[in-house]
């Protein structure tokens, strides 16, 4: 019962009970076993768990997260004989703070997050929340040049915005030839969810992976990040279509 004292610091919006320690754990087990799959076996698999992670800092977790999965699950590649480069795709409608935390002073690992501008306020804080150890600027890159923000306006829809900055992403991701692609793949852009107002489709989400496995292949390991409307299917729908390229 006194497991989710570990975690102390959690804040900001984010509550515990006396499962959340080991469902993050568990989370964290998934998204290494997705690791092992693309390095090991050429086969992406997409580690379905909650809570989500890309929120949580190294010492404490924020936003519903508890445990960084994504950044753990990339540092853990960069222990594998075969890798000496790692990327990270973030496509959670919300900048993931914690991963750029947590990666900003390892320069084998490149981290890209396209988000909702943040200065609109319907993220809910500001760029200078003391508790974000990193900002959602574009013009925070970190200090060693290895984090890429894109920030995009209210209403960016997949031919009007968000094509052109997954490309800027891949670019960035790119340049440092990674042997291994993490994808925290949030679905909060969907039209359907109202915790962000981008306005993604279900069917963007195949478009998103036809992309990156064009660039990439089946070196990829994903997890689930944020995405809240299950109520009407959308959140399924987005899911089943982004992991269709690699089935």
């Not at 919006?13 to 320690?21: A, E």
């Not at 190294?58 to 999965?69: P, V, Y």
Request: a negative charge.
């Amino acid at each position: 019962a006194d497991r989710p004292m570990r975690l102390n610091p959690v804040y900001s919006r984010t509550l515990i009970d006396q499962h959340s320690y080991d469902a993050a754990l568990n989370a964290v087990a998934d998204w290494m076993e997705s690791v092992d799959s693309a390095l090991q076996d050429d086969k992406p698999k997409f580690a379905l768990v909650r809570p989500p992670g890309h929120h949580a800092c190294r010492s404490k977790g924020m936003g519903g997260c508890l445990l960084n999965s994504a950044a753990i699950a990339a540092v853990y590649a960069l222990d594998q004989p075969t890798v000496k480069s790692v990327a990270i795709l973030d496509i959670d409608a919300h900048h993931g703070n914690g991963i750029a935390h947590c990666i900003q002073d390892i320069p084998e690992i490149r981290y890209c997050s396209i988000h909702e501008d943040a200065s609109s306020g319907f993220l809910g804080r500001s760029r200078d929340d003391p508790e974000d150890p990193r900002s959602a600027s574009s013009d925070d890159t970190g200090p060693l040049g290895n984090i890429q923000n894109i920030n995009l306006p209210s209403g960016t829809t997949w031919e009007n915005g968000y094509r052109d900055a997954l490309e800027r992403a891949v670019a960035f991701l790119s340049e440092q030839d990674p042997d291994i692609l993490l994808v925290a793949a949030g679905f909060d852009a969907l039209d359907a969810d109202l915790t962000s107002k981008l306005r993604l489709q279900p069917s963007d989400f195949k478009r998103i992976a036809d992309t990156l496995k064009r660039e990439f292949g089946t070196r990829v390991a994903m997890g689930l990040e944020g995405g809240y409307c299950w109520q009407g299917g959308e959140l399924s729908e987005g899911i089943l279509c982004f992991v269709e390229p690699w089935r």
